[in-house]
């Protein structure tokens, strides 16, 4: 069809995939022809009931901790999006830390604390944390800053690095209210150290943490993965996309919190018309204060469909050929390091690439270039890669890749993206869609490949 991108090509390794699946298409015309927007228990119980249940399924596939689970403090709520959950934790948490600041304080007297304090709120996420946090912060009305993740620490935020930003932040007279910690950031699927910012935070246990699992948390059914969920237990909220990665058609955004009354005490507003028995009786879920808007749509009847019809052998074996396609891309491109070079992965799936120009680089007056990358030991190499040649390279080299991208997309026989990451221009290829086969994972290759020599020998001439 034109003018349509088809993201469940197997040639679409572009952004995260959107996978879809006939259990979960299924599961949408179902709640199509439902159509409720359920925002109270009252309005449709079985709406409210089966999201519970199916989340806290999901909790117990992903082996999350169980304070995450319905049956104490926790729970889960279906958001559109992983950004719209980040927004959603954001408020809780700002309005926690208001809650805590006024307790003792009624009138005017607690408006002026809380007028005094706003300003200062800052929130926090990785350099490599998804936009959606900076925009959530301005959203929520107070600041944001980043933490550095260095290409040295993987792009992974340390705990050191986290200790540093928020003793900036006090010393600027800030007070840190929110974290997003990365399971999975979106240039590089790099994983933060949680292990260390737990450490680190609890000399800050004023500051939300939210785990943003958007797309790679899907991983999180195989056990192998889930070691790294055993930090969660002292954050506050954890977020995963299962219309990114487990077959669940757009949109089914799983937020789970360690203290639902965090949400409902933040976003509850009862005005004469929503009130009704059930819900004075406090013995339901409304839904509607765990969210921004108040309609919602039947979603939990896909996530149904879908954790029925595969069960968790079944997912497991989906996000397992997945990491195998990627792991096979990664020892592709280690074949060819002649021509492209690895910056991250295989990570969830995700390998990020760059290409290798044919370095140029001048000996007296005559330009040469070389046929592969230059012996380091050459006499000309060493006097010409002073440190403004290596900057030199390092743009020739993004030129390059840039060039090699655009030229991939623009034919369109598959579909990649590029991003920067530590001042590198890199093509992210994602081997994460349903219907990828391993052919379409060489015939990658080989397109990035050959239209890489392709650049490259129209730069020798
Ligand atoms: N977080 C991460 C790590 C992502 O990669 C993305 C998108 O790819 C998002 C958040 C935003 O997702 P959404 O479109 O669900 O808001």
Redesign the pocket.
């Known amino acids: 069809m034109p003018g349509l991108t088809h993201w469940q090509s197997p040639n679409f390794m572009a952004?995260?995939p959107a996978s879809s699946s006939f259990p979960g298409m299924l599961g949408e015309l179902y709640s199509a022809a439902f159509t409720a927007p359920a925002f109270n228990w009252l309005c449709s119980p079985a709406v409210t009931e089966l999201e519970t249940v199916v989340l806290d399924w999901l909790a117990q596939i992903l082996g999350l901790p169980q304070c995450y689970l319905s049956q104490g403090e926790g729970g889960g709520v279906i958001q559109?999006?992983?950004?719209?959950?980040?927004v959603t934790v954001m408020v809780a948490a700002r309005e926690r830390v208001f809650g805590n600041l006024s307790k003792e304080l009624e009138g005017k007297e607690k408006e002026d604390k809380i007028d005094g304090l706003r300003g200062k709120l800052v929130a926090l996420g990785s350099e490599h944390?998804?936009s959606?946090t900076q925009k959530g912060a301005i959203i929520a009305g107070t600041k944001y800053r980043s933490v550095a993740a260095s290409k040295e620490q993987g792009f992974s935020m340390t705990g050191e690095s986290l200790r540093r930003a928020l003793e900036d932040c006090k010393r600027d007279g800030l007070t840190p209210y929110y974290l997003t910690v990365?399971l999975?950031?979106?240039s590089t699927c790099a994983v933060d150290r949680f292990d260390e910012i737990a450490e680190v935070l609890k000399d800050w246990p004023e500051v939300w943490v939210h785990v943003?699992?958007?797309?790679?948390g899907a991983a999180l059914v195989c056990e192998e993965y889930q070691h790294l969920t055993k930090s969660f237990t002292a954050f506050d909220s954890f977020d995963m996309?299962m219309?990114?990665w487990l077959l669940t058609n757009f949109?089914a955004?799983c937020l789970f919190v360690k203290r639902r009354s965090d949400l409902t005490s933040a976003l509850s507003i009862t005005p004469s018309y929503l009130r009704n028995t059930f819900s004075d009786s406090g013995l339901v879920t409304d839904y509607r204060d765990w969210q921004i808007p108040l309609g919602r749509r039947f979603r939990a009847l896909k996530i149904w469909f879908v954790l029925r019809s595969y069960g968790i052998e079944g997912l497991k074996a989906h996000i397992r050929r997945h990491i195998k396609f990627g792991e096979l891309f990664h020892q592709l491109v280690k074949s060819r390091e002649d021509v492209l070079e690895l910056v991250t992965g295989p990570n969830f799936a995700l390998n990020v690439v760059t290409v290798v120009p044919r370095r140029k680089w001048m000996k007296g007056r005559e330009r040469r270039v070389s046929a592969s990358r230059p012996d380091p030991n050459h006499e000309a190499y060493l006097n010409d890669f002073t440190p403004d040649a290596e900057n030199q390279a390092l743009l020739d080299a993004n030129e390059v890749t840039k060039e090699v991208y655009e030229l991939i997309n623009s034919r369109g026989e598959i579909f990649l993206t590029s991003g920067v990451v530590g001042g590198t221009y890199v093509i992210r290829v994602v081997t994460a869609t349903p219907s990828v086969e391993e052919k379409n994972v060489r015939r990658a290759f080989e397109i990035l490949v050959e239209t890489a020599e392709e650049v490259l020998n129209k730069g020798a001439k």
């Open positions: 952004f995260f559109g999006s992983a950004s719209e959950a980040i944390a998804h959606s990365t999975g950031t979106t943003d699992a958007a797309y790679a996309n219309h990114k949109d955004s």
